[in-house]
């Protein structure tokens, strides 16, 4: 499980952050040492001294949204859902549908009635944005499956992951759909959205 965890998050962060160069990598990587005294500290369940340290990393590299949603993980572990949405929201700036996604699941936690609006308009988006099977949208994809299960159910979605696993033949894709496949299966619609970004 930590394993699928750890390469959504990775997913998420390069949805946007594949556009950026070498700088921006090589940027990333010297805040890294911030992200690791974070880690150290959330496996301490130390959740000031791991809050600190994911600011420093955010702060260090602004443009990196790996570090932003890490943060925006952590406030959901400890369930601090208005930063949480106050986190999410500055992230939608740029105009992002899986941001747009993780707000909406943000709000279904929490029975807002706003939440199947936007989680609407976040599956309209994807569902543009991956109209061909092309590499670089198979985060997209991802996100869209889980949209699917959501408002098409579980028939419509176990079609729609064969589809994936037919056009995406990369393991990292593979692993991911069929821990999607699994879940989908296993639990409620809600509670996908929910494990699909690590939610209690």
Do not use: W
């Amino acid at each position: 499980m930590k394993v699928y965890i750890g390469i959504m998050a990775i997913m998420l962060a390069t949805c946007k952050s594949n556009s950026k160069g070498q700088e921006a990598k090589t940027k990333s990587q010297s805040c890294s040492v911030f992200n690791d005294k974070y880690i150290e500290y959330v496996m301490a369940e130390q959740k000031d001294s791991a809050l600190y340290y994911i600011d420093k990393a955010i702060t260090c590299d602004p443009d990196d949204d790996f570090f932003k949603f890490e943060k925006v993980k952590l406030l959901l572990k400890y369930g601090n859902y208005a930063a949480a949405t106050s986190n999410v929201k500055d992230m939608m700036s740029d105009n992002s549908p899986t941001y747009e996604m993780l707000y909406g699941i943000i709000l279904l936690k929490q029975n807002n009635s706003k939440a199947e609006k936007v989680l609407e308009s976040a599956y309209d988006s994807f569902d543009k944005l991956t109209k061909e099977y092309e590499e670089e949208n198979s985060s997209l994809q991802y996100y869209k499956l889980g949209l699917d299960n959501y408002f098409n159910g579980q028939n419509y979605t176990l079609e729609a992951i064969e589809k994936f696993k037919d056009n995406y033949k990369d393991q990292h894709n593979i692993a991911l759909v069929d821990y999607l496949k699994d879940i989908v299966v296993q639990e409620a619609r809600e509670d996908v959205l929910y494990k699909m970004f690590n939610m209690n």
